[in-house]
């Protein structure tokens, strides 16, 4: 397995502008979580999903920021309009059920700069 | 508020020598504890799990030890490498899918 594939690795934007995402998680992860990371902040849980449904998403910082999941295979996080703050790199990780208890699987992540 | 965080921010070894990075967790109803290891441009990476019914548990160069009586988790990594320079996380489950995440220690391993 590919392991968990994000794209794009690096997206320069200026503000104002829509920025998406893009996760693809481990085939048979019924899980799939997405994360920020900034050097403040550390680790920040935004949403997650189980079998495709978002289960949480009091992680979101506001409603600039949206998530989807299609199908299984595909998971999109959007920010419009983007701003300077929301410059961090952004982690999907996948896990399945039965093995929560062997961690997640990351990404190598989006690193976003918004100039 | 219940929060998992590290002592020591950054963590300097010679190569060869034994690693020890620290976390502390303040909810003595976590029941699961992982350790993820970060390199530069890449996501956190599985490293080691333990349960709270363990106090030790070993895999390949990494032990994590568990001291519930103080609320502390330690990783020991023996004969540093070079190539275990990076940032090493903590995380604590309390019961739920979710694991919180400790902010992190660099370590970095001078040749």
């Known amino acids: 397995d590919a392991g968990v594939i994000q794209s794009p690795r690096h997206e320069v934007t200026e503000m104002g502008q829509e920025v998406t995402l893009r996760c693809k998680p481990i085939?048979?992860?019924?899980?799939l979580f997405w994360y920020r990371q900034t050097m403040m902040r550390g680790l920040e849980l935004l949403i997650y999903f189980n079998n495709n449904v978002p289960i949480d998403d009091s992680g979101m910082p506001e409603d600039r920021f949206s998530a989807k999941m299609p199908n299984a295979s595909f998971s999109t996080l959007k920010i419009q309009p983007s701003e300077p703050r929301d410059s961090a790199v952004y982690f999907c990780?996948?896990?399945?059920?039965?093995?929560?208890?062997?961690?997640?699987?990351f990404g190598s992540g989006t690193r976003l700069t918004v100039v | 508020g219940e929060s998992v965080g590290l002592h020591l921010p950054t963590l300097s070894v010679q190569e060869g020598d034994n690693s020890i990075i620290n976390c502390a967790y303040s909810n003595s109803a976590s029941d699961y504890f992982i350790w993820y290891k970060q390199e530069s441009g890449k996501g956190p990476q599985f490293i080691i799990d333990?349960?709270?019914?363990?106090d030790k548990r070993q895999g390949q160069r990494v032990t994590v030890l568990l001291n519930k009586t103080v609320k502390h988790l330690s990783l020991q990594i023996a004969a540093t490498q070079p190539g275990d320079s990076a940032v090493y996380f903590c995380a604590e489950n309390r019961g739920s899918y979710i694991p919180t995440f400790g902010r992190g220690t660099s370590l970095i391993v001078h040749p």
């Open positions: 333990i349960r709270s019914n363990m």
């Open positions: 990780a996948s896990s399945s059920g039965d093995s929560y208890l062997g961690g997640y699987t």
């Open positions: 085939s048979g992860h019924d899980y």
